[in-house]
Protein backbone atom coordinates (compact mmCIF):
# COMPACT_ATOMS: atom_id res chain seq x y z
CA UNK A 1 0.00 0.00 0.00
CA UNK A 2 1.50 3.47 -0.86
CA UNK A 3 1.42 6.54 0.85
CA UNK A 4 -0.52 8.31 -1.37
CA UNK A 5 -3.46 5.53 -1.02
CA UNK A 6 -3.08 5.72 2.94
CA UNK A 7 -3.27 9.25 2.62
CA UNK A 8 -6.92 9.30 0.31
CA UNK A 9 -7.89 7.32 3.26
CA UNK A 10 -8.49 10.18 5.24
CA UNK A 11 -11.42 11.91 4.49
CA UNK A 12 -12.80 15.83 3.73
CA UNK A 13 -14.97 17.39 6.26
CA UNK A 14 -17.95 16.58 3.72
CA UNK A 15 -17.23 12.56 2.85
CA UNK A 16 -17.51 11.84 6.68
CA UNK A 17 -21.15 11.06 7.51
CA UNK A 18 -23.73 12.66 9.27
CA UNK A 19 -24.44 9.97 11.53
CA UNK A 20 -20.72 10.31 12.85
CA UNK A 21 -19.76 13.89 13.04
CA UNK A 22 -19.34 15.44 15.97
CA UNK A 23 -19.55 19.19 17.09
CA UNK A 24 -16.41 19.92 19.50
CA UNK A 25 -17.55 19.27 23.26
CA UNK A 26 -15.84 21.74 25.51
CA UNK A 27 -16.25 20.29 29.09
CA UNK A 28 -16.39 22.93 31.24
CA UNK A 29 -17.49 21.51 34.39
CA UNK A 30 -16.57 18.23 36.60
CA UNK A 31 -18.24 16.09 39.25
CA UNK A 32 -17.25 17.12 43.02
CA UNK A 33 -19.17 15.85 46.15
CA UNK A 34 -22.70 15.74 44.28
CA UNK A 35 -22.19 18.57 42.10
CA UNK A 36 -21.32 19.74 38.62
CA UNK A 37 -18.56 22.12 39.64
CA UNK A 38 -18.02 24.79 36.86
CA UNK A 39 -14.43 25.63 35.69
CA UNK A 40 -12.98 28.39 34.40
CA UNK A 41 -8.98 27.10 34.51
CA UNK A 42 -7.18 25.86 31.85
CA UNK A 43 -8.14 22.83 29.78
CA UNK A 44 -6.79 20.17 27.19
CA UNK A 45 -7.75 20.07 23.87
CA UNK A 46 -8.65 17.03 22.85
CA UNK A 47 -7.40 15.98 19.66
CA UNK A 48 -8.79 13.08 16.92
CA UNK A 49 -6.26 10.26 15.58
CA UNK A 50 -8.55 10.93 12.76
CA UNK A 51 -7.08 13.49 10.20
CA UNK A 52 -8.51 15.74 7.51
CA UNK A 53 -6.52 17.74 5.05
CA UNK A 54 -6.19 21.71 5.28
CA UNK A 55 -6.59 24.01 2.85
CA UNK A 56 -2.74 22.95 1.87
CA UNK A 57 -3.40 19.63 2.01
CA UNK A 58 -1.95 19.02 5.24
CA UNK A 59 -3.40 16.09 7.36
CA UNK A 60 -4.19 17.76 10.79
CA UNK A 61 -5.92 16.20 13.69
CA UNK A 62 -9.26 16.82 14.23
CA UNK A 63 -10.53 18.46 16.72
CA UNK A 64 -13.10 17.25 18.96
CA UNK A 65 -13.28 19.04 22.35
CA UNK A 66 -11.71 20.00 25.51
CA UNK A 67 -11.68 18.97 29.00
CA UNK A 68 -10.50 20.85 32.51
CA UNK A 69 -7.33 20.64 33.86
CA UNK A 70 -7.62 20.91 37.44
CA UNK A 71 -4.64 20.94 39.83
CA UNK A 72 -3.42 20.24 43.22
CA UNK A 73 -5.96 21.79 44.86
CA UNK A 74 -9.20 20.49 43.10
CA UNK A 75 -7.56 16.80 43.65
CA UNK A 76 -7.57 17.44 47.04
CA UNK A 77 -11.11 18.36 47.39
CA UNK A 78 -12.37 15.74 45.90
CA UNK A 79 -10.00 13.71 48.08
CA UNK A 80 -12.09 15.29 50.67
CA UNK A 81 -15.34 14.94 49.14
CA UNK A 82 -14.86 11.12 49.25
CA UNK A 83 -13.38 10.66 52.42
CA UNK A 84 -16.31 12.83 53.96
CA UNK A 85 -19.00 10.57 52.25
CA UNK A 86 -17.23 7.32 53.28
CA UNK A 87 -16.96 9.07 56.67
CA UNK A 88 -15.26 6.31 58.75
CA UNK A 89 -18.02 3.88 57.01
CA UNK A 90 -20.44 5.66 58.84
CA UNK A 91 -21.82 7.54 55.43
CA UNK A 92 -24.83 7.43 53.96
CA UNK A 93 -23.11 5.32 50.81
CA UNK A 94 -21.04 2.47 52.81
CA UNK A 95 -24.23 2.33 55.37
CA UNK A 96 -26.91 1.79 52.75
CA UNK A 97 -27.99 -1.65 52.14
CA UNK A 98 -27.09 -3.95 49.28
CA UNK A 99 -30.34 -3.64 47.80
CA UNK A 100 -30.25 -0.05 47.82
CA UNK A 101 -27.07 0.16 46.30
CA UNK A 102 -28.07 -2.21 43.30
CA UNK A 103 -31.51 0.77 42.68
CA UNK A 104 -29.35 3.26 42.81
CA UNK A 105 -26.80 1.57 40.41
CA UNK A 106 -29.94 0.43 38.03
CA UNK A 107 -30.58 3.68 38.02
CA UNK A 108 -27.41 4.79 36.78
CA UNK A 109 -27.47 2.33 34.19
CA UNK A 110 -30.53 3.51 32.32
CA UNK A 111 -29.40 7.07 32.16
CA UNK A 112 -25.99 5.24 30.88
CA UNK A 113 -27.77 3.86 28.09
CA UNK A 114 -29.57 7.40 27.00
CA UNK A 115 -25.66 8.19 26.01
CA UNK A 116 -25.00 5.13 24.00
CA UNK A 117 -24.89 6.92 20.53
CA UNK A 118 -22.97 10.23 21.91
CA UNK A 119 -20.27 8.03 24.13
CA UNK A 120 -19.39 5.28 20.97
CA UNK A 121 -19.01 8.52 18.92
CA UNK A 122 -16.76 9.94 20.98
CA UNK A 123 -14.82 6.39 21.59
CA UNK A 124 -14.58 6.18 17.79
CA UNK A 125 -13.33 10.00 17.50
CA UNK A 126 -10.63 10.25 20.56
CA UNK A 127 -9.02 6.69 20.41
CA UNK A 128 -10.30 5.90 16.74
CA UNK A 129 -11.86 2.44 18.20
CA UNK A 130 -14.08 1.34 14.85
CA UNK A 131 -17.63 1.52 14.98
CA UNK A 132 -18.54 -2.33 15.37
CA UNK A 133 -16.05 -2.18 18.46
CA UNK A 134 -16.63 1.11 20.17
CA UNK A 135 -20.66 -0.38 19.85
CA UNK A 136 -19.65 -3.65 21.43
CA UNK A 137 -17.62 -1.83 24.10
CA UNK A 138 -20.52 -0.04 25.15
CA UNK A 139 -22.69 -3.09 25.48
CA UNK A 140 -20.52 -5.28 27.06
CA UNK A 141 -20.10 -2.92 29.95
CA UNK A 142 -24.01 -2.82 30.25
CA UNK A 143 -24.05 -6.14 30.19
CA UNK A 144 -20.57 -6.40 33.15
CA UNK A 145 -22.87 -3.91 34.94
CA UNK A 146 -26.02 -6.23 34.94
CA UNK A 147 -23.73 -9.71 35.65
CA UNK A 148 -21.96 -7.89 38.21
CA UNK A 149 -25.29 -6.42 40.35
CA UNK A 150 -26.79 -10.34 39.82
CA UNK A 151 -23.78 -11.81 41.06
CA UNK A 152 -23.87 -9.31 44.26
CA UNK A 153 -27.45 -10.55 44.77
CA UNK A 154 -26.24 -13.90 45.24
CA UNK A 155 -22.84 -13.22 47.21
CA UNK A 156 -25.89 -11.18 49.23
CA UNK A 157 -28.00 -14.20 49.49
CA UNK A 158 -25.02 -16.35 50.45
CA UNK A 159 -24.24 -14.44 53.60
CA UNK A 160 -27.95 -14.01 54.52
CA UNK A 161 -27.56 -17.25 56.76
CA UNK A 162 -26.42 -17.03 60.82
CA UNK A 163 -23.65 -19.76 61.22
CA UNK A 164 -23.13 -21.86 64.25
CA UNK A 165 -20.01 -23.74 64.76
CA UNK A 166 -18.23 -24.38 68.22
CA UNK A 167 -20.49 -22.66 70.38
CA UNK A 168 -20.23 -19.65 68.53
CA UNK A 169 -22.90 -18.04 66.81
CA UNK A 170 -22.31 -15.58 63.43
CA UNK A 171 -23.07 -13.99 60.38
CA UNK A 172 -20.46 -12.66 58.01
CA UNK A 173 -21.13 -10.57 55.12
CA UNK A 174 -18.75 -8.63 53.02
CA UNK A 175 -18.41 -4.74 53.86
CA UNK A 176 -16.46 -1.89 51.88
CA UNK A 177 -12.65 -1.14 52.12
CA UNK A 178 -13.01 2.95 51.78
CA UNK A 179 -12.03 5.57 49.12
CA UNK A 180 -10.66 3.81 45.98
CA UNK A 181 -9.17 5.72 43.37
CA UNK A 182 -9.42 4.54 39.79
CA UNK A 183 -7.92 5.23 37.07
CA UNK A 184 -8.44 3.56 33.71
CA UNK A 185 -6.50 3.51 30.73
CA UNK A 186 -7.10 4.87 26.81
CA UNK A 187 -7.21 1.52 25.05
CA UNK A 188 -10.54 -0.02 26.69
CA UNK A 189 -11.77 3.87 28.39
CA UNK A 190 -15.31 2.59 29.10
CA UNK A 191 -15.49 -1.17 29.69
CA UNK A 192 -11.61 -1.43 31.16
CA UNK A 193 -12.61 1.45 33.38
CA UNK A 194 -15.80 0.82 34.83
CA UNK A 195 -14.93 -3.64 35.47
CA UNK A 196 -12.99 -1.64 38.47
CA UNK A 197 -15.38 1.05 39.05
CA UNK A 198 -18.49 -0.41 39.00
CA UNK A 199 -17.89 -3.36 41.92
CA UNK A 200 -16.24 -0.99 44.02
CA UNK A 201 -19.26 1.28 43.96
CA UNK A 202 -21.68 -1.18 44.52
CA UNK A 203 -19.06 -2.73 47.14
CA UNK A 204 -20.36 0.70 49.33
CA UNK A 205 -16.89 2.22 48.63
CA UNK A 206 -16.49 6.08 47.40
CA UNK A 207 -14.45 6.97 44.05
CA UNK A 208 -12.16 9.23 42.83
CA UNK A 209 -12.09 8.72 38.96
CA UNK A 210 -9.20 9.99 37.52
CA UNK A 211 -10.11 9.81 33.29
CA UNK A 212 -7.43 8.25 31.06
CA UNK A 213 -5.07 11.06 28.80
CA UNK A 214 -6.85 10.01 25.61
CA UNK A 215 -10.38 8.97 25.69
CA UNK A 216 -11.05 11.32 28.42
CA UNK A 217 -13.89 13.31 27.19
CA UNK A 218 -16.31 10.25 26.15
CA UNK A 219 -16.79 10.32 29.92
CA UNK A 220 -18.21 13.31 30.33
CA UNK A 221 -21.80 13.03 28.72
CA UNK A 222 -21.95 9.99 32.02
CA UNK A 223 -20.85 12.77 35.20
CA UNK A 224 -24.73 13.63 35.51
CA UNK A 225 -25.91 10.14 35.47
CA UNK A 226 -23.48 9.62 38.64
CA UNK A 227 -24.50 13.01 40.05
CA UNK A 228 -28.05 12.02 39.80
CA UNK A 229 -28.04 7.68 40.73
CA UNK A 230 -25.93 8.08 43.78
CA UNK A 231 -25.21 10.21 47.01
CA UNK A 232 -23.12 13.55 46.87
CA UNK A 233 -19.53 12.49 47.46
CA UNK A 234 -20.26 8.60 46.17
CA UNK A 235 -18.14 9.48 42.99
CA UNK A 236 -16.38 12.43 42.08
CA UNK A 237 -14.16 13.11 39.11
CA UNK A 238 -10.65 14.13 38.75
CA UNK A 239 -9.29 15.71 35.82
CA UNK A 240 -5.79 17.00 35.08
CA UNK A 241 -2.08 15.69 34.63
CA UNK A 242 -1.39 12.72 36.70
CA UNK A 243 1.83 14.34 37.81
CA UNK A 244 -0.14 17.31 39.33
CA UNK A 245 -3.30 15.83 40.80
CA UNK A 246 -2.22 12.20 41.52
CA UNK A 247 0.59 12.61 44.23
CA UNK A 248 -1.11 15.24 46.86
CA UNK A 249 -4.04 12.55 46.85
CA UNK A 250 -1.38 9.40 47.21
CA UNK A 251 0.68 11.35 49.53
CA UNK A 252 -1.74 11.78 52.20
CA UNK A 253 -2.65 8.35 53.28
CA UNK A 254 -6.14 8.35 52.72
CA UNK A 255 -6.97 6.75 49.67
CA UNK A 256 -7.61 2.75 50.37
CA UNK A 257 -7.34 1.18 47.55
CA UNK A 258 -5.51 2.03 44.49
CA UNK A 259 -6.87 0.33 41.10
CA UNK A 260 -5.05 0.91 37.76
CA UNK A 261 -5.32 -0.07 33.96
CA UNK A 262 -1.93 1.05 32.96
CA UNK A 263 1.82 0.55 32.80
CA UNK A 264 4.04 -1.35 35.92
CA UNK A 265 6.13 1.86 36.37
CA UNK A 266 3.17 3.91 37.01
CA UNK A 267 1.91 1.48 39.56
CA UNK A 268 5.07 1.72 41.18
CA UNK A 269 5.14 5.24 41.49
CA UNK A 270 2.01 5.88 42.54
CA UNK A 271 2.59 2.83 45.39
CA UNK A 272 5.58 4.37 46.64
CA UNK A 273 4.06 7.79 47.31
CA UNK A 274 1.19 6.33 50.03
CA UNK A 275 2.65 6.73 53.42
CA UNK A 276 1.16 3.60 55.06
CA UNK A 277 1.20 1.23 52.60
CA UNK A 278 0.23 -1.60 54.70
CA UNK A 279 -2.97 0.17 54.68
CA UNK A 280 -3.25 0.65 50.78
CA UNK A 281 -4.65 -2.52 48.72
CA UNK A 282 -3.80 -2.31 45.09
CA UNK A 283 -6.06 -3.62 42.31
CA UNK A 284 -4.14 -3.41 38.88
CA UNK A 285 -4.19 -4.89 35.31
CA UNK A 286 -0.70 -4.01 33.71
CA UNK A 287 2.30 -4.79 31.28
CA UNK A 288 2.58 -7.66 29.07
CA UNK A 289 3.97 -9.48 26.48
CA UNK A 290 2.14 -12.36 25.85
CA UNK A 291 3.68 -15.04 23.60
CA UNK A 292 2.16 -17.73 21.34
CA UNK A 293 4.09 -21.01 20.36
CA UNK A 294 3.22 -23.12 17.29
CA UNK A 295 4.07 -26.70 17.59
CA UNK A 296 5.04 -28.73 14.41
CA UNK A 297 1.53 -30.21 14.79
CA UNK A 298 -0.40 -27.18 14.70
CA UNK A 299 -3.31 -26.56 12.11
CA UNK A 300 -2.20 -23.88 10.44
CA UNK A 301 -5.58 -22.37 9.71
CA UNK A 302 -6.77 -21.95 13.17
CA UNK A 303 -3.17 -20.63 13.95
CA UNK A 304 -3.44 -18.11 11.31
CA UNK A 305 -6.84 -17.51 11.93
CA UNK A 306 -6.59 -16.67 15.77
CA UNK A 307 -3.46 -15.10 15.67
CA UNK A 308 -4.69 -12.59 13.43
CA UNK A 309 -7.35 -11.88 15.49
CA UNK A 310 -4.99 -11.85 18.87
CA UNK A 311 -2.09 -9.66 17.09
CA UNK A 312 -4.07 -7.23 15.47
CA UNK A 313 -7.76 -6.50 16.93
CA UNK A 314 -8.17 -2.68 17.93
CA UNK A 315 -4.59 -2.45 16.19
CA UNK A 316 -2.82 -4.60 19.04
CA UNK A 317 -3.44 -2.13 21.10
CA UNK A 318 -5.18 -4.52 24.05
CA UNK A 319 -2.69 -5.66 27.06
CA UNK A 320 -4.14 -9.40 26.25
CA UNK A 321 -3.32 -8.85 22.33
CA UNK A 322 -0.06 -11.58 21.21
CA UNK A 323 2.29 -9.52 21.42
CA UNK A 324 5.08 -12.13 19.92
CA UNK A 325 4.81 -15.39 17.85
CA UNK A 326 7.13 -18.39 18.46
CA UNK A 327 6.90 -20.79 15.35
CA UNK A 328 8.81 -24.04 15.10
CA UNK A 329 11.04 -24.07 12.83
CA UNK A 330 9.38 -27.14 10.53
CA UNK A 331 6.24 -24.93 10.03
CA UNK A 332 7.62 -21.32 9.99
CA UNK A 333 8.24 -20.64 6.70
CA UNK A 334 4.64 -22.13 5.71
CA UNK A 335 2.82 -20.32 8.76
CA UNK A 336 4.62 -16.80 7.43
CA UNK A 337 3.77 -17.23 3.37
CA UNK A 338 -0.02 -17.92 5.58
CA UNK A 339 -0.13 -15.43 7.89
CA UNK A 340 1.71 -12.38 6.05
CA UNK A 341 -0.98 -12.44 3.47
CA UNK A 342 -3.25 -12.26 5.77
CA UNK A 343 -2.61 -9.52 7.77
CA UNK A 344 -1.64 -7.21 4.46
CA UNK A 345 -5.46 -7.82 3.50
CA UNK A 346 -6.86 -6.02 6.45
CA UNK A 347 -8.79 -3.37 5.29
CA UNK A 348 -7.64 0.09 6.92
CA UNK A 349 -9.34 3.44 7.35
CA UNK A 350 -11.86 5.56 9.40
CA UNK A 351 -13.55 4.23 12.56
CA UNK A 352 -16.77 4.28 10.90
CA UNK A 353 -16.18 2.75 7.43
CA UNK A 354 -17.86 -0.96 7.14
CA UNK A 355 -15.35 -3.71 7.80
CA UNK A 356 -12.59 -1.41 8.53
CA UNK A 357 -10.03 -3.34 10.77
CA UNK A 358 -6.88 -0.92 11.12
CA UNK A 359 -7.80 2.46 12.45
CA UNK A 360 -5.84 5.60 13.22
CA UNK A 361 -3.47 5.55 16.25
CA UNK A 362 -4.39 7.88 19.17
CA UNK A 363 -1.05 8.54 20.46
CA UNK A 364 0.39 11.28 18.31
CA UNK A 365 3.95 9.89 18.80
CA UNK A 366 3.16 6.56 18.65
CA UNK A 367 3.80 5.79 14.85
CA UNK A 368 7.28 6.82 15.07
CA UNK A 369 8.07 4.80 17.74
CA UNK A 370 6.55 1.58 16.14
CA UNK A 371 8.98 2.95 12.78
CA UNK A 372 11.92 3.11 15.90
CA UNK A 373 11.85 -0.35 16.81
CA UNK A 374 11.22 -1.94 13.50
CA UNK A 375 14.53 -0.14 12.29
CA UNK A 376 16.55 -2.06 15.17
CA UNK A 377 14.87 -4.88 14.63
CA UNK A 378 16.48 -4.95 10.82
CA UNK A 379 19.20 -3.92 12.20
CA UNK A 380 19.57 -7.11 13.83
CA UNK A 381 18.82 -8.85 10.83
CA UNK A 382 15.03 -8.99 10.83
CA UNK A 383 12.86 -7.83 8.05
CA UNK A 384 9.32 -7.27 7.24
CA UNK A 385 7.41 -10.12 5.58
CA UNK A 386 4.49 -8.33 4.46
CA UNK A 387 3.53 -6.59 1.67
CA UNK A 388 3.38 -2.77 2.64
CA UNK A 389 4.11 -3.57 6.45
CA UNK A 390 5.38 -1.00 8.40
CA UNK A 391 3.70 2.13 5.47
CA UNK A 392 2.46 5.29 7.62
CA UNK A 393 0.79 8.47 6.92
CA UNK A 394 -0.17 10.89 9.58
CA UNK A 395 -1.69 8.44 12.38
CA UNK A 396 -2.27 5.26 10.62
CA UNK A 397 0.53 2.49 10.63
CA UNK A 398 0.33 -0.67 8.05
CA UNK A 399 0.57 -3.80 10.52
CA UNK A 400 4.36 -5.42 9.99
CA UNK A 401 4.89 -9.08 10.55
CA UNK A 402 8.71 -8.80 11.66
CA UNK A 403 11.03 -11.89 11.18
CA UNK A 404 13.15 -13.53 12.30
CA UNK A 405 13.10 -11.45 16.26
CA UNK A 406 15.84 -12.88 18.45
CA UNK A 407 17.33 -11.95 21.74
CA UNK A 408 18.91 -8.65 21.73
CA UNK A 409 16.58 -6.81 19.43
CA UNK A 410 13.82 -4.19 21.62
CA UNK A 411 10.67 -6.08 20.20
CA UNK A 412 12.41 -9.09 21.55
CA UNK A 413 11.21 -7.78 25.14
CA UNK A 414 9.49 -4.57 24.54
CA UNK A 415 5.69 -4.47 24.65
CA UNK A 416 5.02 -2.53 21.38
CA UNK A 417 1.46 -1.78 22.36
CA UNK A 418 0.45 -1.77 18.11
CA UNK A 419 0.36 -3.15 14.72
CA UNK A 420 3.85 -4.62 14.98
CA UNK A 421 3.96 -8.48 15.29
CA UNK A 422 7.33 -9.78 15.61
CA UNK A 423 7.80 -13.58 14.88
CA UNK A 424 10.58 -16.21 16.38
CA UNK A 425 11.61 -19.29 14.67
CA UNK A 426 12.61 -21.95 17.53
CA UNK A 427 13.84 -25.47 17.90
CA UNK A 428 13.23 -26.49 20.69
CA UNK A 429 10.34 -25.66 23.22
CA UNK A 430 12.44 -24.99 26.47
CA UNK A 431 13.25 -21.94 24.48
CA UNK A 432 9.79 -20.52 24.81
CA UNK A 433 9.38 -22.04 28.43
CA UNK A 434 13.49 -19.79 29.20
CA UNK A 435 11.69 -16.79 27.06
CA UNK A 436 8.70 -16.44 29.73
CA UNK A 437 10.66 -17.35 32.89
CA UNK A 438 12.91 -14.23 32.41
CA UNK A 439 10.21 -12.53 31.23
CA UNK A 440 9.17 -9.41 33.05
CA UNK A 441 5.64 -10.31 32.46
CA UNK A 442 3.01 -13.20 33.11
CA UNK A 443 -0.43 -12.30 31.67
CA UNK A 444 -1.09 -15.09 29.01
CA UNK A 445 0.24 -17.27 26.27
CA UNK A 446 -1.11 -19.32 23.73
CA UNK A 447 -0.17 -23.17 22.62
CA UNK A 448 -1.36 -24.25 18.57
CA UNK A 449 -0.88 -27.58 18.51
CA UNK A 450 -3.25 -30.78 17.63
CA UNK A 451 -1.53 -33.88 19.48
CA UNK A 452 -2.24 -33.91 23.34
CA UNK A 453 1.45 -35.00 24.52
CA UNK A 454 3.20 -31.97 22.94
CA UNK A 455 0.39 -29.70 24.47
CA UNK A 456 0.41 -31.22 27.47
CA UNK A 457 3.89 -30.95 28.41
CA UNK A 458 3.73 -27.76 28.04
CA UNK A 459 0.76 -26.47 29.83
CA UNK A 460 2.22 -27.58 33.20
CA UNK A 461 4.77 -25.41 33.11
CA UNK A 462 3.39 -22.53 31.52
CA UNK A 463 0.57 -21.77 34.04
CA UNK A 464 2.89 -21.27 36.64
CA UNK A 465 4.54 -18.63 34.59
CA UNK A 466 1.05 -17.03 33.23
CA UNK A 467 -2.40 -16.87 34.43
CA UNK A 468 -4.31 -18.04 31.50
CA UNK A 469 -3.28 -20.76 29.18
CA UNK A 470 -5.16 -20.65 26.06
CA UNK A 471 -5.17 -23.85 23.44
CA UNK A 472 -5.49 -23.19 20.01
CA UNK A 473 -7.36 -19.83 20.62
CA UNK A 474 -6.13 -16.03 20.94
CA UNK A 475 -5.42 -14.53 24.54
CA UNK A 476 -8.08 -12.46 25.55
CA UNK A 477 -9.88 -11.69 29.18
CA UNK A 478 -13.80 -12.36 28.21
CA UNK A 479 -15.59 -14.18 29.18
CA UNK A 480 -15.82 -11.57 32.45
CA UNK A 481 -17.00 -15.23 34.97
CA UNK A 482 -12.97 -15.89 34.40
CA UNK A 483 -10.38 -14.43 36.52
CA UNK A 484 -8.12 -11.67 34.63
CA UNK A 485 -5.40 -11.29 36.37
CA UNK A 486 -1.03 -11.37 35.61
CA UNK A 487 1.74 -12.83 37.48
CA UNK A 488 5.10 -10.58 38.14
CA UNK A 489 4.44 -7.00 36.64
CA UNK A 490 1.34 -7.94 34.87
CA UNK A 491 -1.53 -7.89 37.46
CA UNK A 492 -1.86 -7.32 41.18
CA UNK A 493 -5.16 -8.59 42.82
CA UNK A 494 -7.60 -10.47 40.15
CA UNK A 495 -10.51 -8.92 38.01
CA UNK A 496 -13.52 -10.85 36.88
CA UNK A 497 -17.63 -10.31 37.87
CA UNK A 498 -17.37 -12.16 41.26
CA UNK A 499 -13.41 -11.43 42.01
CA UNK A 500 -13.71 -8.01 41.46
CA UNK A 501 -16.44 -7.65 44.19
CA UNK A 502 -14.19 -9.55 46.17
CA UNK A 503 -11.56 -7.67 45.62
CA UNK A 504 -12.86 -4.38 46.39
CA UNK A 505 -14.35 -5.29 49.82
CA UNK A 506 -13.40 -7.14 53.07
CA UNK A 507 -15.12 -9.97 55.06
CA UNK A 508 -16.61 -8.71 58.14
CA UNK A 509 -17.98 -11.08 60.95
CA UNK A 510 -20.43 -10.44 63.83
CA UNK A 511 -20.21 -13.20 66.48
CA UNK A 512 -21.76 -13.82 70.01
CA UNK A 513 -21.06 -16.63 72.33
CA UNK A 514 -24.53 -19.37 71.54
CA UNK A 515 -26.57 -18.22 74.46
CA UNK A 516 -29.98 -17.94 75.19
CA UNK A 517 -29.37 -14.69 76.29
CA UNK A 518 -27.66 -14.04 73.08
CA UNK A 519 -29.62 -15.48 71.05
CA UNK A 520 -32.35 -13.31 71.82
CA UNK A 521 -30.75 -10.26 71.31
CA UNK A 522 -29.44 -11.64 67.68
CA UNK A 523 -33.37 -12.29 67.21
CA UNK A 524 -34.33 -8.85 67.88
CA UNK A 525 -32.06 -7.14 65.74
CA UNK A 526 -33.05 -9.11 62.94
CA UNK A 527 -37.19 -8.99 63.73
CA UNK A 528 -36.96 -5.11 64.11
CA UNK A 529 -34.58 -4.44 60.87
CA UNK A 530 -32.16 -2.50 63.67
CA UNK A 531 -29.07 -3.52 61.73
CA UNK A 532 -28.19 -2.84 58.03
CA UNK A 533 -25.13 -5.07 58.36
CA UNK A 534 -26.81 -8.21 60.44
CA UNK A 535 -29.71 -8.86 58.84
CA UNK A 536 -31.75 -12.21 57.03
CA UNK A 537 -33.32 -10.25 54.34
CA UNK A 538 -33.27 -12.41 50.61
CA UNK A 539 -32.69 -9.80 48.01
CA UNK A 540 -34.71 -11.46 44.86
Not at 148 to 156: A, C, P, Q
Not at 448 to 463: A, M
Amino acid sequence: MTNSTLFQLFPSEDQIPADYRIEPIHQREYLLNGEMRQWDGPVSDVYSPVCIPDQNGVLQRQLVGSFPVTGPKEAVEALDAAVAAYDNGRGEWPQMSVAGRIACMETFVGKMLEQKKLVVNLIMWEIGKNLADATKEFDRTVTYIYDTIDTLKTMDRNSSRFRIEEGIIGQIRRSPLGVVLAMGPFNYPLNETYTTLIPAILMGNTILFKTPKHGSLLHYPLLEAFRTSFPKGVVNSLYGRGANVIPPVMQSGKVNVLTLIGSSRVADELQRQHPKLNRLRSIMSLDAKNAAIILPDADLDVAVKECLLGTLSFNGQRCTAIKIIWVHRSVADAFLKRFAPEVSKLKPGMPWEAGVQITPLPEPNKTQYLTDIITDAKAGGASIVNEGGGETVASLFVPAVVAPVKEGMRLYREEQFGPVIPVVVFDDNEEFIDYLITDDHGMQASIFGTETEGISRLIDPLVNLVSRVNINAQCQRGPDTFPFTGRKDSAEGTLSVEDALRSFSIRSAVATKDTAANKAILNDIVEHHKSTFLSTNFIF
